[in-house]
Every structure is written in structure tokens, then in C-alpha cells.
Nanobody
Framework: QVQLVESGGGLVQAGGSLRLSCAASGRTFSRYAMGWFRQAPGKEREFVAGISWNGGNTYYPDSVKGRFTISRDNAKNTVYLQMNSLKPEDTAVYYC????????????????????WGKGTLVTISS
């Protein structure tokens, strides 16, 4: 069992940066691929970043590529999402999730891939 707790959300002006953190409990965190997802008001949840168990592979959709960076520190059981050049359309609740079935990520993750979810942290970008 893995518990995930996100932090670092807040209100930022367009063009600014935020760094989200996701702290995981459990000894098996380092074996899992991890992902960040987001859900804007009135929209479906979407994938924004994925990272393999050792950080060796990452994947981003075009909407955030070049602006967002996912990383992890297995010694601290934590995964991060650095978000730069933020836009109003990045406003959403951001969720951290774990895929216990595979340590790898080679393409976009879907909700059904993930086994554990955090409760989310709100990111609001003002124009």
C-alpha cells in the first residue's frame, strides 16, 4: 500500500513558476513509475508527466513539454513537478499517482494505469 500526499500548489501569475512535491509512504515507492495528472474545472483529468522508477525516462504531452519537468528522489520517497512559464490554462487540481504494475514509462499514462492517487493540490494561474 502506498499513500501519496501532494504539496506546493498555490496562486501564481502567468509566466511564473511553481514546484509541486509528492511525498510517498511505503517501502516499494522506488519500484514504481510515477505520474502527475491534472483536472481543470469542467474537464476530464489529463496526464501531464511520467517518470520511470529510477528517473531514467520521462514523458510529457505536448501541452507541457519544455515547460514542466518531473523528477524523483527515491531516498526521500518524493516525486517533484517543476512548472515554469505557467499559463492560465494550467489552472487545475494536480494529482500525483503511482503505477505499481510497471517501473517503466515509455509513453503517456492513463488513469487506468495508476493504482494509487493523492488527494491533489490546487494550482491557480492568474492572467
Amino acid at each position: 500500500q502506498v499513500q501519496l500526499v501532494e504539496s506546493g500548489g498555490g496562486l501564481v501569475q502567468a509566466g511564473g513558476s511553481l514546484r509541486l512535491s509528492c511525498a510517498a509512504s511505503g517501502r516499494t515507492f522506488s519500484r514504481y513509475a510515477m505520474g502527475w495528472f491534472r483536472q481543470a474545472p469542467g474537464k476530464e483529468r489529463e496526464f501531464v508527466a511520467g517518470i520511470s522508477w529510477n528517473g531514467g525516462n520521462t514523458y510529457y504531452p505536448d501541452s507541457v513539454k519544455g515547460r514542466f519537468t518531473i523528477s524523483r528522489d527515491n531516498a526521500k520517497n518524493t516525486v517533484y513537478l517543476q512548472m515554469n512559464s505557467l499559463k492560465p490554462e494550467d489552472t487545475a487540481v494536480y494529482y500525483c499517482a503511482a503505477d505499481s504494475k510497471s517501473p517503466f514509462v515509455s509513453s503517456g499514462m492513463t488513469d487506468s494505469d495508476m493504482d494509487y492517487w493523492g488527494k491533489g493540490t490546487l494550482v491557480t494561474i492568474s492572467s
